[in-house]
């Protein structure tokens, strides 16, 4: 009950801010729902996919998204973050390696990653950076750059199971050079196309609980339109701020916790 009761936060999250509810999925999953890692990426994928393109038939419906933009990114990205889960996934050994006594097992790997990534997407929503100043019309256009980043971008969504919608703004504001506002519906696609592309990478070497998952993603985009309805009269900016300092407390917890800190 408990699980379903974060699930419903998780969509209302998303719907406040438009972002950001993802990352606290597998923490949820993992701590709360006693899931092992892989699975909880593997679950918090579909979560993600299946909310973010929700999201999108909003934006596509009020001509926000940019779809060439969105096919440039999302092609290599979504490759890569199939790969990722179909292969290297699986192939990561029970234990990576050792430091002196302490073990360093995959779940312990996937856990402090996840916790890195967590608080340099805290640092975004604290900061509040505003990417639509560097928007130069002049910039060259580098579509190796984009491959590059795109293929990054698909290797950490495989692995920690969130959509990296704060990495995919600021480039495709940075190297696309669309508008910030278009930018930010057009990352809700790729994250929609990414995050469900790489969930199926799973299908064939985790099994899935589909009751479980269907349940938990129907609260979580429950969630979302309370969401939706407590945007309009909720500060949107101190909020995202509260939460990004929420986010960063979680991300210590986890890397304290799974160090054996605390």
Same mark, same amino acid.
């Given at each position: 009950m408990i699980g379903y009761i974060g699930a419903i936060i998780v969509g209302l999250t998303l719907g406040l801010m438009g972002g950001g509810g993802s990352i606290i999925t597998v923490p949820l999953l993992v701590y709360v729902v006693a899931l092992s890692p892989i699975t909880a990426t593997?679950?918090?994928?579909?979560?993600?996919?299946?909310?973010?393109?929700?999201?999108?038939?909003?934006?596509?419906?009020?001509?926000?998204?940019?779809?060439?933009?969105?096919?440039?990114?999302?092609?290599?990205?979504?490759?890569?973050?199939?790969?990722?889960?179909?292969?290297?996934?699986?192939? =990561?050994?029970?234990?990576?390696?050792? =430091?002196?006594?302490?073990?360093?097992?995959?779940?312990?790997?996937?856990?402090?990653?996840?916790?890195?990534?967590?608080?340099?997407?805290?640092?975004?929503?604290?900061?509040?950076?505003?990417?639509?100043?560097?928007?130069?019309?002049?910039?060259t256009f580098n579509p190796p750059i984009i491959i590059l980043q795109a293929i990054v971008l698909g290797v950490v969504t495989g692995i920690v199971g969130a959509g990296g919608g704060f990495l995919i703004v600021p480039a495709l504001v940075l190297l696309v050079h669309i508008p910030m506002k278009r930018a930010v519906a057009t990352s809700l696609l790729v994250v929609a196309v990414n995050s469900l592309v790489g969930f199926l990478g799973d299908l064939e070497t985790i099994t899935i609980d589909w009751a479980f998952l269907l349940a938990f993603n129907a609260f979580a985009i429950g969630g979302i339109f309370i969401g939706i309805s407590l945007n309009k009269i909720v500060d949107g900016k101190k909020l995202k701020k509260g939460f990004g300092w929420f986010v960063m407390v979680i991300g210590i917890y986890i890397v304290a916790k799974e160090l054996s800190i605390i």
């Open positions: 593997a679950y918090s994928l579909f979560v993600v996919g299946t909310t973010s393109l929700v999201g999108s038939v909003r934006n596509i419906q009020q001509k926000q998204v940019d779809f060439k933009a969105a096919v440039a990114f999302a092609v290599p990205a979504f490759i890569s973050v199939f790969l990722t889960r179909k292969y290297l996934m699986p192939a =990561l050994p029970d234990v990576l390696f050792s =430091l002196g006594s302490f073990q360093v097992t995959r779940h312990v790997f996937i856990m402090v990653f996840f916790a890195i990534v967590m608080m340099l997407a805290s640092l975004s929503m604290i900061k509040n950076f505003n990417f639509s100043k560097n928007n130069d019309a002049d910039r």
